[in-house]
């Protein structure tokens, strides 16, 4: 289904989203950094900019309760979340980079364990991605296949156009139901020209080339020098759309507490630092050849698909300048 909506009618249709109760998140700025959040009216929504950190959190938060205790005496409780208490959610202004990801994210929390907090609220959210018109000199989106217009993910796609608002298509039922649901606010294509898209300027990589090295050389002396500078932050796992480990742990007293899950990062010493002592990983290039082995080697060899969508947040933010496209773009060459 092709419509078209105009930029003001886009802010009437969330303002009725959230007056229907649904939880809108979009980007929006918070001392002064774009960022991914619910809104109480589509006031401060900014769609100029990617935001800091991915959508991911949308579905997969940076900590959450899973579970409490409590002990009395020798009587223990014990309190599930219920994820059925999560709010009906529309995603409004995804970069086609974060709404990539979602798929790719999907395919873990669904693989051996059903995980039902990502899987509740994926399925009680409707994803509007947003065509890119900028990109700086870290995006990197078509180097791996992607493209600033590539809907995958997005459940209703937004493309802006020349006058103003935008060209809108829905892929899935979610968004048809989205469009059908406030039919007064979309009207047929206006057939106005789509604005110029965002050119990012890496060169595409030749992934089954990269994947084909990564095959044959877990061993080779090229780790020591790509993650010499590599200081573990984790910074570019936290803002990764794509990366998705966490930890379980329980905090509070004998008497009560809560099981929580909180994000996680290979790129941590004690990521594998085992109960014995011993760590597979007890140096940092160690932790980063897990890095570029998940997106690239292990990721395909499970799911069939490249763990990276080329937002280049982990360049953008990096604190010692580490450019995984151009550690990708030179694995392809050799």
């Given at each position: 289904?092709?419509?078209?909506?105009?930029?003001?009618?886009?802010?009437?249709?969330?303002?009725?989203?959230?007056?229907?109760?649904?939880?809108?998140?979009?980007?929006?700025?918070?001392?002064?950094?774009?960022?991914?959040?619910?809104?109480?009216?589509?006031?401060?929504?900014?769609?100029?900019?990617?935001?800091?950190?991915?959508?991911?959190?949308?579905?997969?938060?940076?900590?959450?309760?899973?579970?409490?205790?409590?002990?009395e005496g020798?009587?223990?409780?014990?309190?599930?979340?219920?994820?059925?208490?999560?709010?009906?959610?529309?995603?409004?202004?995804?970069?086609?980079?974060?709404?990539?990801?979602?798929?790719?994210?999907?395919?873990?929390?669904?693989?051996?364990?059903?995980?039902?907090?990502?899987?509740?609220?994926?399925?009680?959210?409707?994803?509007?991605?947003?065509?890119?018109?900028?990109?700086?000199?870290?995006?990197?989106?078509?180097?791996?296949?992607?493209?600033?217009?590539?809907?995958?993910?997005?459940d209703l796609?937004?493309?802006?156009?020349?006058?103003?608002?935008?060209?809108?298509?829905?892929?899935?039922?979610?968004?048809?139901?989205?469009?059908?649901?406030?039919?007064?606010?979309?009207?047929?294509?206006?057939?106005?020209?789509?604005?110029?898209?965002?050119?990012?300027?890496?060169?595409?990589?030749?992934?089954?080339?990269?994947?084909?090295?990564?095959?044959?050389?877990?061993?080779?002396?090229?780790?020591?020098?790509?993650?010499?500078?590599?200081?573990?932050?984790?910074?570019?796992?936290?803002?990764?759309?794509?990366?998705?480990?966490?930890?379980?742990?329980?905090?509070?007293?004998?008497?009560?507490?809560?099981?929580?899950?909180?994000?996680?990062?290979?790129?941590?010493?004690?990521?594998?630092h085992h109960?014995?002592?011993?760590?597979?990983?007890?140096?940092?290039?160690?932790?980063?050849?897990?890095?570029?082995?998940?997106?690239?080697?292990?990721?395909?060899?499970?799911?069939?698909?490249?763990?990276?969508?080329?937002?280049?947040?982990?360049?953008?933010?990096?604190?010692?300048?580490?450019?995984?496209?151009?550690?990708?773009?030179?694995?392809?060459?050799?």
């Amino acid at each position: 289904m092709q419509k078209f909506i105009s930029q003001q009618n886009l802010g009437h249709l969330l303002d009725k989203l959230i007056a229907d109760g649904k939880r809108v998140v979009a980007p929006r700025m918070e001392a002064g950094t774009p960022l991914y959040g619910p809104f109480a009216d589509s006031a401060g929504i900014v769609l100029g900019q990617l935001p800091r950190r991915s959508a991911k959190e949308t579905f997969f938060p940076v900590c959450e309760d899973i579970m409490s205790y409590g002990k009395e005496g020798q009587q223990v409780t014990l309190t599930d979340v219920n994820p059925a208490r999560f709010p009906e959610t529309v995603l409004v202004g995804v970069r086609p980079c974060d709404a990539a990801a979602v798929p790719v994210l999907d395919a873990v929390f669904s693989w051996d364990y059903q995980d039902e907090f990502f899987l509740e609220r994926r399925q009680k959210t409707t994803i509007v991605g947003l065509a890119c018109t900028q990109a700086d000199d870290a995006c990197f989106c078509t180097a791996v296949g992607l493209s600033p217009a590539d809907p995958k993910g997005s459940d209703l796609f937004l493309t802006p156009v020349e006058g103003g608002g935008y060209a809108c298509e829905t892929f899935t039922e979610k968004g048809e139901t989205l469009v059908n649901s406030h039919k007064e606010l979309f009207g047929e294509p206006s057939g106005a020209p789509a604005l110029p898209l965002a050119e990012p300027q890496t060169e595409k990589f030749d992934l089954k080339k990269v994947k084909a090295w990564l095959d044959d050389h877990f061993e080779d002396p090229a780790w020591d020098s790509i993650a010499v500078r590599c200081v573990g932050c984790g910074a570019c796992a936290f803002l990764c759309p794509a990366c998705h480990c966490f930890d379980i742990v329980d905090e509070g007293t004998e008497k009560a507490g809560k099981r929580r899950k909180s994000w996680d990062a290979c790129g941590f010493w004690k990521f594998t630092h085992h109960a014995s002592g011993h760590n597979p990983r007890d140096l940092q290039p160690k932790r980063y050849r897990n890095r570029i082995m998940h997106k690239f080697k292990y990721y395909d060899d499970k799911f069939g698909q490249t763990l990276c969508t080329g937002c280049g947040r982990c360049i953008r933010f990096c604190p010692v300048g580490i450019d995984i496209a151009a550690i990708v773009s030179e694995i392809s060459k050799k």
